[in-house]
């Protein structure tokens, strides 16, 4: 059983930045894919960014590209997503997820997530 834990949300001003961690508490997350999935109020769970498990290939939504970057440290066993130039339509709650083999960005490929953590922006 992989459990995922979330942190680094908050409050932020429109165009501030925000990093993201995702890290799985008592075991690895060396070899799975993880993929970092939103979901606002009223609207269905879409995803933001993926990476595979060697951090080489990374997937993004059209509407986060060119703002956020997905990383990985395996030595730390942590997967980040790096947001910056936040728009009030960022908010969301935003989610981990493992999945083995490739890295996608569907929902439903993922096996494990984690609880989640809010992210507002808001001036």
């Known amino acids: 059983q992989l459990q995922l834990e979330e942190s680094g949300g908050g409050s932020v001003q429109p165009g501030g930045s925000l990093r993201l961690s995702c890290a799985a508490s008592r075991s690895t997350l060396n070899g799975w894919s993880i993929g970092w999935f939103r979901q606002a109020p009223g609207k269905e769970r879409e995803g933001v960014s993926s990476?595979?498990?060697?951090?080489?290939?990374?997937n993004y939504a059209d509407s986060v590209k060119g703002r956020f970057t997905i990383s990985r440290d395996n030595a730390k066993n942590t997967v980040y997503l790096q947001m910056s130039s936040l728009k009030p339509e960022d908010t969301a709650t935003y989610y981990c997820?493992?999945?083995?083999?490739?890295?996608?960005?569907?929902?439903?490929?993922?096996?494990?997530w984690g609880q989640g953590t809010q992210v507002t922006v808001s001036s």
């Open positions: 990476i595979s498990r060697d951090g080489v290939i990374t």
């Open positions: 997820s493992a999945k083995r083999g490739t890295a996608t960005m569907r929902r439903n490929d993922y096996s494990y």
